[in-house]
């Protein structure tokens, strides 16, 4: 199984300043028709969790443009630009190119 | 508007069965793959099964193999998780969620609560 690695665990946040989550895959999540199938996912206290970003960089519907997403290959990254209260919750990546489907195991976001 | 709303979490013995379902609306269910995703206490994002659109095609995570079943009636606009000799383990919140690998999981349901206990 591709092994999904986050960091960091836990990120305190500045209300206005920068986050950014790193994660990386044990194996290289370009698929044979050249696309790269990594998500990534907000859960934020008590609701369900919501896509932000697929594909490694396209943003969903809905989602503040201060979140943007990038990398290739093993190496992926989420930025939110500046940080606002109700970004706070639990960040996930997920690539979708191998069976069965994984998940990193989280990043939590709190305001310092 | 487009939604997912999941029932049938329970209490659950070990070795025990339960049934979930996922009723969907505002969309064209018969044209999407649907998965199931787990969120266990105190843990993070498990994804445990996906159908394709026509229901002939199934994966599963390999902790669920044998035991849990997927399913779909697409005339009904459901979803469905068959779970058969639970476990303590099993214990989570079950989301059904709109889509599979290539798609993403684009739309999620609240959730439903499973508890294996005896």
Known sequence: DVVMTQSPLSLPVTLGQP??????????????????????????????????????????SGVPDRFSGSGSDTDFTLKISRVEAEDVGVYYCMQGTYWPLTFGGGTKVEIK | EVQLVESGGD????????????????????????????????????????????????????SVKGRFTISRDNAKNSLYLQMNSLRVEDTAVYYCARGGPASGLDVWGQGTTVTVSS
């Open chain 1, 19 to 60: 986050a950014s989550i790193s994660c990386r895959s044990s194996q290289s999540l370009v698929y044979s028709n050249g696309n790269t199938y990594l998500n990534w996912f907000q859960q934020r206290p008590g609701q369900s969790p919501r896509r932000l970003i697929y594909k490694v960089s396209n943003r969903d």
């Open chain 2, 11 to 62: 209490l659950g013995q070990p070795g025990g069965s339960l049934r979930l379902s996922c009723a969907a609306s505002g969309f064209s269910f018969s044209s999407y793959s649907m998965s199931w995703v787990r969120r266990a206490p105190g843990k993070g994002l498990e994804w445990v099964a996906n159908i394709n659109p026509d229901g002939g095609e199934k994966h599963y995570v390999d």
